[in-house]
């Protein structure tokens, strides 16, 4: 059936520097994909939709030139944290609609830890 | 999209059927119901979806009230494995919006 992966699964970071995450449909072509982030003992908080071929649409609070959105293909949306703190530790989560497969259904990858220390 | 509202918590003893409850009273007529589930550490997990007839696939059964105002999943038979966050969610379009989930432990 349908997937959708991320890399790295985790990843330890420098304060500072960036980091970037991939999500990717591997059997069937997204169009829009969104990204998640999900703090401890909480739910999945939406943080963007990504569009193919043109800008993604950030929610409210979340700051647009900390957290790029790429998606360059329709099969791949990237997330880049820049200059991350200590605070954007989170587990990341992206998902993804398949329209064409059976049942019509949005799928999310794996996660990926993001540690900064 | 509309709200649901779970329980916070449910058990269920292993090998037991898990019923597991949903209001979405302000869902709109062009909006699906979805189930997923999370386990510690993992992304969501698809369930099962529907919009107005009762759906059943390998992992579950989805039975939504005649009026649409709320749902109950069921795992049949409920193994250790099943205890996780389960999210009932209402939407239309790409995007869902979580809530609280409920989070189901299988005892032995």
């Known amino acids: 059936g349908a997937v959708v992966s991320q890399h790295p699964s985790w990843v330890i970071c420098k304060s500072g520097t960036s980091v970037k995450i991939e999500c990717r449909s591997l059997?069937?072509?997204?169009?829009?994909m969104f990204w998640y982030r999900q703090f401890p003992k909480q739910s999945l908080m939406l943080m963007a939709t990504s569009n193919e071929g043109s800008k993604a649409t950030y929610e409210q609070g979340v700051e647009k030139d900390k957290f790029l959105i790429n998606h360059a293909s329709l099969t791949l949306s990237t997330l880049t944290v820049t200059s991350a703190h200590p605070e954007d530790s989170s587990f990341y989560i992206c998902?993804?609609?398949?329209?064409?497969?059976?049942?019509?259904?949005?799928?999310f990858g794996e996660g990926s830890w993001l540690t900064v220390v | 999209d509309a709200k649901t509202t779970q329980p916070t918590s449910m058990d269920c003893a292993e090998g037991r059927a898990a019923n597991l409850p949903c209001n979405h009273s302000?869902?709109?007529?062009?909006?699906?119901v979805y189930w997923y589930r999370q386990i510690h550490s993992q992304g969501p997990q698809y369930i099962i979806h529907?919009?107005?007839n009762n759906e059943t696939n390998e992992m579950a059964s989805l039975i939504i009230t005649e009026d649409r105002k709320s749902s109950t999943l069921i795992l049949p038979h409920a193994t250790l494995r099943d205890t996780a966050v389960y999210y009932c969610?209402?939407?239309?379009?790409?995007?869902?919006?979580f809530g609280g989930g409920t989070r189901l432990m299988v005892k032995p």
């Open positions: 059997d069937f072509q997204a169009t829009t």
């Open positions: 529907g919009l107005k």
């Open positions: 998902s993804a609609r398949d329209w064409q497969g059976s049942g019509n259904t949005i799928y």
């Open positions: 969610i209402v939407g239309a379009g790409n995007m869902l919006t």
């Open positions: 302000t869902i709109s007529g062009n909006e699906y």
